[in-house]
């Protein structure tokens, strides 16, 4: 059966302070670690397609990857895992995020440490 992976970030707890502004962000994010065995997985055992191609034709098989919200994370550390297992991902960034982001209306925190 077909899948969709959908992440939000990619992080090296090693490197990111664990403090209460910085505790897995509600379960969103993925320990680096885990992340990297996931790709190994997926590259040994299914083909990663452009979500364009996985949804024009629902491969049977096949695995799409999709990341919410842009952050510098998916980047610095997610691609070149990406990289390294031949798989590509699928982007969907936040514009304007600081002019209208209701997350930090609701709760200041939320425009500090890396969610800045």
């Not at 209460?20 to 680096?32: A, Q």
């Not at 055992?45 to 979500?51: A, Q």
């Not at 952050?71 to 002019?99: E, F, G, M």
Request: aromatic residues 12%; contains cysteine; glycine residues 4%.
């Amino acid at each position: 059966m077909s899948k969709i992976l959908l992440y939000h970030g990619v992080t090296d707890w090693k490197k990111e302070p664990r403090d209460g502004t910085f505790l897995n962000y509600n379960g969103k994010h993925i320990d680096l670690f885990e992340f990297e065995r996931q790709m190994r997985w997926l590259s040994e055992n299914k083909r990663v397609v452009k979500l364009t191609d996985w949804i024009q034709y629902r491969p049977k098989d096949d695995v799409a990857i999709t990341f919410d919200d842009g952050y510098l994370d998916n980047y610095s550390q997610a691609l070149p895992l990406l990289k390294k297992y031949d798989a590509c991902a699928t982007l969907y960034l936040v514009i304007d995020r600081h002019q209208n982001d209701w997350s930090v209306k609701k709760n200041p925190k939320h425009n500090t440490g890396v969610l800045a």
